[in-house]
Protein backbone atom coordinates (compact mmCIF):
# COMPACT_ATOMS: atom_id res chain seq x y z
CA UNK A 1 0.00 0.00 0.00
CA UNK A 2 1.46 3.61 -1.23
CA UNK A 3 2.20 6.04 1.64
CA UNK A 4 1.04 8.61 0.04
CA UNK A 5 -0.74 8.80 -4.00
CA UNK A 6 1.64 12.32 -3.55
CA UNK A 7 4.82 9.98 -3.08
CA UNK A 8 6.53 8.17 -6.02
CA UNK A 9 10.33 8.35 -5.00
CA UNK A 10 12.36 8.13 -1.68
CA UNK A 11 15.57 8.80 -1.50
CA UNK A 12 17.79 6.61 2.13
CA UNK A 13 20.92 7.31 3.44
CA UNK A 14 22.86 4.49 4.00
CA UNK A 15 24.75 4.38 7.44
CA UNK A 16 22.67 4.02 10.75
CA UNK A 17 19.68 4.01 8.54
CA UNK A 18 20.03 0.55 6.62
CA UNK A 19 23.24 -1.07 7.87
CA UNK A 20 24.02 -0.06 11.63
CA UNK A 21 27.34 1.20 12.11
CA UNK A 22 29.33 1.53 15.52
CA UNK A 23 32.51 3.46 15.03
CA UNK A 24 33.77 2.31 18.60
CA UNK A 25 34.05 -1.10 17.35
CA UNK A 26 36.65 0.34 14.11
CA UNK A 27 38.51 2.69 16.78
CA UNK A 28 39.22 -0.34 18.74
CA UNK A 29 40.38 -2.37 15.72
CA UNK A 30 42.86 0.68 14.56
CA UNK A 31 43.83 0.90 18.07
CA UNK A 32 44.80 -2.97 18.61
CA UNK A 33 47.07 -2.16 15.50
CA UNK A 34 48.37 1.62 16.26
CA UNK A 35 51.09 2.60 17.69
CA UNK A 36 48.89 5.41 19.30
CA UNK A 37 45.07 5.62 20.81
CA UNK A 38 43.07 5.76 18.02
CA UNK A 39 40.40 8.03 19.93
CA UNK A 40 43.44 10.75 19.40
CA UNK A 41 42.49 11.02 15.70
CA UNK A 42 38.74 9.62 14.87
CA UNK A 43 35.50 9.55 17.08
CA UNK A 44 32.30 9.80 16.55
CA UNK A 45 31.96 13.72 16.58
CA UNK A 46 35.87 14.84 15.38
CA UNK A 47 38.00 13.11 12.76
CA UNK A 48 41.66 13.65 11.31
CA UNK A 49 41.22 15.24 7.84
CA UNK A 50 42.06 12.73 6.01
CA UNK A 51 38.65 10.60 7.21
CA UNK A 52 37.05 13.48 5.37
CA UNK A 53 39.31 13.67 2.53
CA UNK A 54 38.50 9.93 1.61
CA UNK A 55 34.58 10.45 2.21
CA UNK A 56 34.89 12.60 -0.25
CA UNK A 57 36.61 11.07 -2.85
CA UNK A 58 39.42 13.85 -2.75
CA UNK A 59 41.81 10.52 -1.87
CA UNK A 60 42.32 7.28 -3.08
CA UNK A 61 41.83 3.88 -1.12
CA UNK A 62 45.75 3.53 -1.75
CA UNK A 63 46.00 7.36 -0.13
CA UNK A 64 43.76 6.69 2.62
CA UNK A 65 46.22 3.98 3.83
CA UNK A 66 49.22 5.37 3.21
CA UNK A 67 47.73 8.28 5.55
CA UNK A 68 46.65 5.85 8.17
CA UNK A 69 50.20 4.15 8.34
CA UNK A 70 51.57 7.29 10.25
CA UNK A 71 49.80 5.71 13.30
CA UNK A 72 50.04 2.19 12.52
CA UNK A 73 52.55 -0.70 13.34
CA UNK A 74 55.18 -0.64 10.28
CA UNK A 75 53.96 -4.52 9.54
CA UNK A 76 50.20 -2.99 8.92
CA UNK A 77 48.96 -4.91 5.40
CA UNK A 78 45.95 -3.34 3.29
CA UNK A 79 43.94 -6.42 4.02
CA UNK A 80 44.06 -5.39 8.16
CA UNK A 81 43.50 -2.14 7.11
CA UNK A 82 40.23 -2.44 5.37
CA UNK A 83 39.04 -5.25 8.17
CA UNK A 84 39.94 -2.63 10.63
CA UNK A 85 38.11 0.22 8.54
CA UNK A 86 35.19 -1.81 7.98
CA UNK A 87 34.47 -3.47 11.17
CA UNK A 88 32.37 -0.62 11.51
CA UNK A 89 29.69 -1.56 9.72
CA UNK A 90 27.93 -4.59 12.06
CA UNK A 91 24.40 -5.09 11.18
CA UNK A 92 22.29 -5.19 7.93
CA UNK A 93 18.94 -5.73 9.14
CA UNK A 94 16.86 -8.47 7.43
CA UNK A 95 13.84 -6.38 8.06
CA UNK A 96 15.34 -3.36 6.64
CA UNK A 97 16.18 -4.66 3.01
CA UNK A 98 12.98 -6.85 3.33
CA UNK A 99 11.24 -3.02 3.36
CA UNK A 100 13.50 -2.25 0.66
CA UNK A 101 12.14 -4.52 -2.32
CA UNK A 102 8.42 -3.80 -1.11
CA UNK A 103 8.66 -0.37 -1.62
CA UNK A 104 10.84 -0.54 -4.77
CA UNK A 105 7.76 -2.29 -6.71
CA UNK A 106 5.79 1.27 -5.47
CA UNK A 107 8.06 3.77 -5.26
CA UNK A 108 11.52 5.01 -7.09
CA UNK A 109 14.64 4.48 -4.71
CA UNK A 110 17.13 5.84 -4.65
CA UNK A 111 20.17 5.82 -2.53
CA UNK A 112 22.67 9.16 -1.30
CA UNK A 113 25.36 8.89 1.36
CA UNK A 114 28.36 9.54 2.21
CA UNK A 115 29.92 6.25 1.49
CA UNK A 116 33.81 5.69 0.74
CA UNK A 117 35.02 2.95 -1.83
CA UNK A 118 36.13 0.60 0.53
CA UNK A 119 32.90 1.03 2.75
CA UNK A 120 30.93 0.77 -1.03
CA UNK A 121 32.64 -2.54 -2.05
CA UNK A 122 32.53 -4.32 1.59
CA UNK A 123 28.68 -3.38 1.84
CA UNK A 124 28.29 -4.56 -1.87
CA UNK A 125 29.90 -7.85 -0.95
CA UNK A 126 28.00 -8.26 2.37
CA UNK A 127 24.27 -7.86 1.42
CA UNK A 128 25.16 -10.17 -2.13
CA UNK A 129 26.14 -12.71 0.47
CA UNK A 130 23.15 -12.08 3.05
CA UNK A 131 20.28 -11.24 0.78
CA UNK A 132 21.00 -12.89 -2.69
CA UNK A 133 21.35 -9.73 -4.60
CA UNK A 134 23.76 -6.50 -4.22
CA UNK A 135 22.67 -2.98 -3.21
CA UNK A 136 22.44 -2.03 -6.78
CA UNK A 137 19.62 -4.45 -7.01
CA UNK A 138 17.56 -2.50 -3.94
CA UNK A 139 17.69 1.03 -6.01
CA UNK A 140 16.87 2.68 -8.93
CA UNK A 141 20.20 4.63 -8.70
CA UNK A 142 23.20 5.38 -5.87
CA UNK A 143 24.78 8.28 -5.57
CA UNK A 144 28.02 8.67 -3.41
CA UNK A 145 29.15 11.35 -1.47
CA UNK A 146 32.44 10.58 -3.78
CA UNK A 147 30.51 11.69 -6.19
CA UNK A 148 28.42 14.47 -4.67
CA UNK A 149 31.05 17.36 -5.41
CA UNK A 150 31.14 17.14 -8.78
CA UNK A 151 27.54 16.92 -9.54
CA UNK A 152 24.08 18.59 -9.62
CA UNK A 153 23.17 17.24 -6.28
CA UNK A 154 25.33 20.26 -4.94
CA UNK A 155 23.17 22.75 -6.85
CA UNK A 156 19.89 21.18 -6.09
CA UNK A 157 19.55 20.34 -2.58
CA UNK A 158 20.75 22.60 0.29
CA UNK A 159 23.47 21.65 2.98
CA UNK A 160 20.69 20.71 5.41
CA UNK A 161 18.98 18.31 3.33
CA UNK A 162 22.08 16.52 3.08
CA UNK A 163 22.15 15.87 6.86
CA UNK A 164 19.01 14.10 6.58
CA UNK A 165 18.56 10.85 6.77
CA UNK A 166 15.16 10.36 4.42
CA UNK A 167 14.07 11.84 1.92
CA UNK A 168 10.15 11.60 0.55
CA UNK A 169 9.91 13.22 -2.56
CA UNK A 170 6.74 14.76 -3.70
CA UNK A 171 5.71 13.76 -7.89
CA UNK A 172 7.11 16.78 -9.36
CA UNK A 173 10.99 15.29 -8.49
CA UNK A 174 10.83 11.89 -8.96
CA UNK A 175 11.31 12.37 -12.69
CA UNK A 176 14.67 13.28 -12.03
CA UNK A 177 17.41 12.18 -14.60
CA UNK A 178 20.55 9.90 -13.87
CA UNK A 179 22.49 12.95 -14.48
CA UNK A 180 20.77 15.10 -11.73
CA UNK A 181 20.81 12.12 -9.35
Known amino acids: MPISNNINAIIFDI???LIDID???MISR???MANIDFHQIVTFAHQHPVFDQYEKGQISSAEFRAALRRYLRP???DAEIDTAWNSMLIHYPPAKFELLKRLRGQYKLF???NINELHADAIEADVR???GGGMRSYFDRRTTRMRWGTGNLRKKYTRRSWRMKIWILPAPY???TKQRI
Do not use: H, I, P
Open 15 to 17: GNV
Open 23 to 25: YEV
Open 30 to 32: FTE
Open 75 to 77: EAQ
Open 111 to 113: ALS
Open 129 to 131: ARF
Open 174 to 176: SSM
